[in-house]
């Protein structure tokens, strides 16, 4: 009689525990990922060269300053001038690498990810990790209205909590290494206690 009792309780605890499991919230991330080629035009390529002389003092002085002209604005005090240009010249080439390297600048691949959560648990700390170096930023466009921070030559985007019903946070990146679906395989999206599903588009 005992025995058939413990029996019984055995099984509803089993049958307890296998409702709790399946009814317990979950995260539910996914996300679309979309890539293609990209390239800059030739016309935007053609304006860095145009501007390479800004990254060199004294290919820039003639753009700018005739001698006759220093001698009329500054008489006696070209080196100022000097100054000014070698100045410009440091802060074209800190600012603005790709004037004089534009091939390492030469994006050409673009990808643009869409994550979301259709679970029904928040998830934290999610995070979308690329195998090849990427320049881009993360949108939320249903937070914030500002422009989103630009980051250069990462290999992970950090995209915080997703919150399950909210709109999609996207990812948007462009990489020197050509965009392929060999590269698209190798993405991974993690979050606090496990990882998300993609599926890869072009």
């Known amino acids: 009689m005992f025995k058939r009792i413990a ?12 409702y709790v499991w399946f009814t317990a919230p979950t995260t539910g991330l996914e996300a679309d990922v979309y890539f293609a080629d990209f390239e ?16 060199n003092a004294t290919e ?37 690498p790709a004037i004089l390297h534009t091939s390492d600048f030469a994006y050409k691949g673009y990808w643009r990810v869409a994550v979301r959560n259709k679970g029904s648990k928040s998830a934290s700390s999610v995070v979308l990790h690329l195998p090849v170096p990427a320049s881009g930023n993360v949108v939320r466009s249903h937070i914030d209205q500002s422009t989103p921070p630009w980051m250069e030559n990462v290999r992970a ?5 997703v919150q399950f019903g909210d709109e999609d946070v996207i990812v948007q990146a462009w990489t020197i290494a050509p965009a392929t679906t060999e590269v698209a395989q190798k993405l991974t999206l993690t979050h606090d206690v496990g990882s ?6 072009r």
């Open 60 to 96: 820039s002085r003639p753009l700018f300053f005739s001698k006759g002209l220093r001698d009329k604005i500054l008489p006696g005090g070209g080196d100022q001038i000097d100054q000014m240009l070698t100045r410009m010249a440091n802060f074209a080439t800190e600012k603005a």
């Open 157 to 161: 985007f950090a995209l915080g909590n």
């Open 7 to 18: 029996e019984i309780v055995g099984f509803l605890a089993t049958c307890a525990g296998l």
């Open 196 to 201: 998300g599903r993609l599926r890869i588009s």
């Open 40 to 55: 800059l035009p030739p016309s935007i390529t053609q304006q860095f060269r145009g501007l390479a002389p800004l990254t």
